[in-house]
Structures are given as structure tokens and as C-alpha cells.
């Protein structure tokens, strides 16, 4: 059976059962995890980010409160709030394999996250996504990602509806700009 309307559910929820799980990650997996596609390096990051996001929302679904909004828009905080921790996680990483480095520690050559990261996707419009600053690659994943509307990007964002229109079509802006640039150098 499946489930399209999520506005249905209602607090206090009951606790977690498998047909939660389920009914969760068969409307949301795939949203969340393109999501995070669009802002994270690779598919294990995007990966992480989505379940542990889902596992939030399963854990914590007795804090949900309709009063305060719509059960897209708590789960949708909670993804964006999932995806920020771990960019804040994934920079403290860097800026320490940097110090290391500096400091002569860190092993000659390329690491194994190196190396990795060379060899991962290497789809031109994926890898033109990651190339924008933070805030437009957050909104075209929001947008193109999660497929949220204006209206929910700005709520997630705190800014309006034609902020968050306006902001994603200059992110799209420079998106486009990115590709040619490079498809120029080709």
C-alpha cells in the first residue's frame, strides 16, 4: 500500500515499527539521498547522510508537532540539518589532513581518500554541482534533489518564496555558466 499524503500523519506518533521504516524510506529514500548527492563529494557520503537523516526522523518522530508545521517540512529540516553536520564534519577532516600535512605527518603521496576521490563519478553535471559555493549548491539540490517547491526551500532556508526562486535561478545561473566554460575547454 502505498502512501502519498503525508499530511495524514499526526502527533503523538506510536513508537517506531518496521512498517515505519518501510512506509519512510519508500517515500523519502530516493529524495533524500539525490539530495545529498547535490551536496556532498561521493555516493558513500550521500548515503550516510540520507539514512542517518531518516534514522533521525524515525527516532524522533514523537517530536514531531503538526501545530508547528507540516511533517515534509520537519522532515525536510532534519535532512538539511543532517547534510550541514556532516559538511561541518567532512571540513574539520580536511582542515586536519591539512595541519597534518603542514606538521610533515601525513604519509608521501596520495591518500587513500585521494585516490578515491579521483576516481569517483565523473559525471560533468554532478561534479559542476559540487563545484558552487555552498548556498547555491544547497538550493539546486533542494530544488533538483529533494524536488522541494520554492515555498519549502524557503522555509528551510528562512527566506521567502521569491527569495528562494529568485536565489536558486542565480545558482542555475552560474551552474550553466560553469558547464559551458568547461565544455568550451574541451
Known sequence: MRIYDVSAISAPRPAVSNNDADRLVELYWERAYRFAAMVTRNQHESADIAQEALLKVLRRQDRF?????????????IVLNVARDAGRAASRRQALLERLHVLGRAEQGPNAEEMALQHMN????????HRLTKLPRTLVALRFGARLSYREIGDQMGMTEAAALMATRRALAFLRKDIESKETLR
Open 65 to 77: 508537532d503538526p501545530g508547528r508545521g507540516t511533517f515534509d517540512s520537519w522532515l525536510w529540516r
Open 122 to 129: 565523473d559525471e560533468r553535471l554532478l561534479a559542476a554541482v
